[in-house]
């Protein structure tokens, strides 16, 4: 509610009545108001852009720019400011009009002084619950987005967490979906792909081994090569992971369904890939980024059963497969990401190897 204390309100009273300006400005003066004048619409809208007043009162009827000019300028520029229109010779059409371009009244002259400052006083009642109300929504507005931050946060970490079970089981791939889904993004930013394109990369990469909890885990750190009955096991993991994450709402976070790209992480473009056989066109960017990441990351690292490919050997198997098994575009942006990186696997993957030393607890590999 308005006070008795108005002297920080700026009002503005534009007529070109020099007789009715001084009285409604002397009213306003003697209620407290911080009260502005003008005898003009031109000079009345120099005094409005300078000062910003809360409320202006307005004549209809003048010479250089009439009331309604007036009020259509004020409520483009300033839609919360409040504006009182008045006139000895106004019609029905004219409240109308007023009212329809925004006046918060409308009153006829002479002008009843107790009235006219009972009028004001309600027209700077509606200017402050525009102003609490606005002051709600952005404060609202302000929580929605801490809270959907605090949310985006939870679910990252929560996606690094999931990741970094699956590769407690096999100490040998300890952070191969981090170096996963990091090599995939800066793929994708090669790429020139969109923010939340590489989020979802981002993502399905930290995933993207998820399945492999339902593949033995003596399978996983078997020192030998594999039997083609225990391959076929470990070619279940796609499918598994897909089953794990596909009732998960991904679409509606990030877009796009993460499962589907886990799910054909490991098809290749000549359809001899797993588990759909998917070719080419069939299978999503994403996964065709992930299966180059995965696949350079993997023999690059060393596993129970051979040792780690060097780096030009990486490149030379990357590039033999290039086309037939993946998408040139990738092998290319993968090829780039190398070289930017001086051929330096410890440099490529620092700032992994930098995040997943915080989360190492020795006793477990010991």
Do not use: W
């Amino acid at each position: 509610m308005i006070t008795d204390d108005h002297k920080h309100i700026k009002i503005l009273v534009i007529d070109d009545e020099p007789v009715v300006l001084d009285v409604v400005c002397q009213a306003l003066e003697m209620a407290g108001f911080d009260v502005l004048s003008a005898t003009g619409g031109k000079m009345g809208m120099e005094i409005f852009r300078k000062e910003q007043p809360v409320l202006v009162l307005t004549d209809i009827n003048m010479p250089e720019m009439t009331g309604f000019d007036i009020l259509k300028i004020i409520k483009h520029e300033s839609p919360t400011t409040q504006v009182l229109v008045f006139s000895g010779k106004g019609t029905t059409g004219d409240v109308i009009e007023a009212l329809r371009l925004g006046a918060c009244n409308y009153l006829y002259k002479p002008l009843a002084i107790e009235f006219l400052l009972l009028t004001v006083n309600r027209c700077l009642e509606r200017y402050e619950l525009i102003q609490e109300r606005m002051n709600r929504s952005a404060m609202l507005e302000k929580q929605v987005t801490e809270r959907t931050a605090a949310l985006t946060r939870t679910f990252h970490s929560t996606v690094k967490s999931l990741g970094r079970l699956i590769e407690m089981r096999d100490p040998y791939t300890f952070g191969h979906q981090h170096r996963v889904a990091f090599l995939a993004v800066a793929i994708g930013k090669e790429l020139s792909m969109a923010q939340q394109e590489l989020e979802i990369i981002q993502v399905a990469g930290l995933l993207h081994d998820i399945g492999k909890a339902a593949v033995p885990a003596e399978l996983l750190v078997k020192p030998s090569q594999l039997t083609t009955q225990e391959f076929e096991l470990i070619k279940c993991h796609p499918q598994a992971g897909y089953d794990v994450l596909k009732d998960i709402p991904f679409t509606e976070s990030l877009g796009k369904d993460v499962a589907i790209i886990v799910l054909q992480h490991h098809e290749r473009n000549d359809g001899t890939g797993y588990p759909q056989g998917l070719k080419d066109d069939e299978i999503e960017h994403e996964s065709k980024i992930l299966s180059v990441a995965d696949i350079f990351e993997a023999i690059s690292s060393h596993r129970p059963y051979r040792p780690a490919f060097d780096i030009e050997s990486a490149k030379k198997e990357l590039m033999n497969k290039r086309d037939k098994y993946y998408a040139p575009e990738c092998i290319d942006a993968c090829m780039r990401v190398i070289e930017q990186n001086q051929n330096d696997l410890s440099r490529l993957f620092e700032p992994v190897t930098r995040t997943l030393a915080n989360h190492i607890h020795n006793p477990i590999y010991k």
